[in-house]
């Protein structure tokens, strides 16, 4: 793909492919936003589609509209991204890719501005926590915008040359923006994880580089959690992620979300979710999936 090719507006790409709903991919944010850009990157011959919310994007694969979302999941830096663990288990999606982006922040100014009339940045909380040792460096002040996206579209549309965003260089691109800075973040690991949701179940093969991931809920009994997971250590299983969340608004209904090495039909894995499953009251698989390439190289 050529750079032209990759910067393309998305409604211009969705014109050339005619909007065929089965090469449509879904993202959260605006045009320009990293969940963009990871669009391209991860399912290249796919037309990304932004949605006001995640709620949105995933409702257009069950209408019909799109045949993939992308969800951002976790940053090496901030963690999990708020509400998608609660949203996984009934969004009536399965979990059929992932992607590691490598997230490099740039310093967005107008055409006629340079790096030092700039005086604020304007971006995501997350994006501006990322970059706050560069920003005071340069003196210059963080003011909190909607997304990372909408920062750089709402600068192009101001004369002022003091004002800058933190985005993409797909958002530079979108938004006639010139690059002032680039590598704002401050940390060079900063890399975010997403999941690529589908209407159907991936046919991932037993046997091979696969990632299984599940939510349960232990049943309310002394040393539960501790039970259900051991099958996972006597069976050599891989937990690469355990994460726990409140349900319900209840203190006392916890639910679990992993990631595993494996599929379920390799003997070491069935036999560890059988454990598991025994010590539940609840167990749901929201994907069996192919391991990222970069995951591999990188033994993430």
Do not use: W
């Not at 090719?5 to 709903?21: C, I, T, V, W």
């Not at 046997?207 to 939510?215: A, L």
């Amino acid at each position: 793909m050529t750079s032209e090719e990759f910067y393309q507006l998305p409604e211009a790409k969705l014109k050339a492919l005619g909007g065929d709903p089965a090469q449509t991919i879904c993202f959260q944010g605006e045009a320009g936003a990293y969940s963009h850009l990871a669009c391209l990157e991860a399912l290249p011959d796919m037309v990304p589609m932004a949605c006001n919310t995640f709620e949105e994007a995933m409702e257009r694969v069950h209408n019909g509209t799109a045949s993939r979302v992308l969800l951002p999941v976790e940053n090496s830096i901030y963690g999990r991204v708020a509400d998608i663990h609660h949203l996984l288990p009934g969004s009536g999606l399965y979990i059929v890719g992932e992607h590691f982006m490598r997230v490099h922040h740039m310093l967005l100014g107008l055409k006629q501005a340079t790096l030092d009339q700039i005086t604020t940045a304007r971006s995501h909380a997350m994006a501006l926590g990322q970059c706050m040792k560069s920003m005071r460096e340069l003196g210059i002040k963080a003011v909190q915008g909607a997304d990372t996206a909408g920062s750089a579209r709402e600068i192009s549309q101001q004369a002022d040359v003091t004002q800058a965003a933190i985005a993409s260089k797909l958002a530079a691109a979108i938004y006639d923006l010139q690059i002032l800075r680039t590598e704002m973040e401050d940390e060079a690991h900063n890399t975010t994880r997403f999941l690529v949701m589908s209407g159907k179940p991936n046919d991932a093969d037993a046997g091979g580089q696969v990632m299984t991931s599940f939510v349960f809920q232990v049943r309310n009994v002394p040393a539960a959690l501790y039970k259900a997971l051991g099958g996972f250590a006597t069976n050599g299983v891989n937990m690469t992620k355990l994460e726990s969340y409140q349900i319900d608004g209840s203190f006392n209904a916890t639910q679990f979300y992993a990631d595993i090495i494996g599929h379920p039909e390799d003997e070491n894995v069935r036999m560890a979710l059988e454990e598991l499953n025994f010590f539940s009251r609840k167990l749901s698989i929201l994907g069996v999936y192919p391991q990222s390439e970069l995951r591999r190289m990188m033994d993430l």
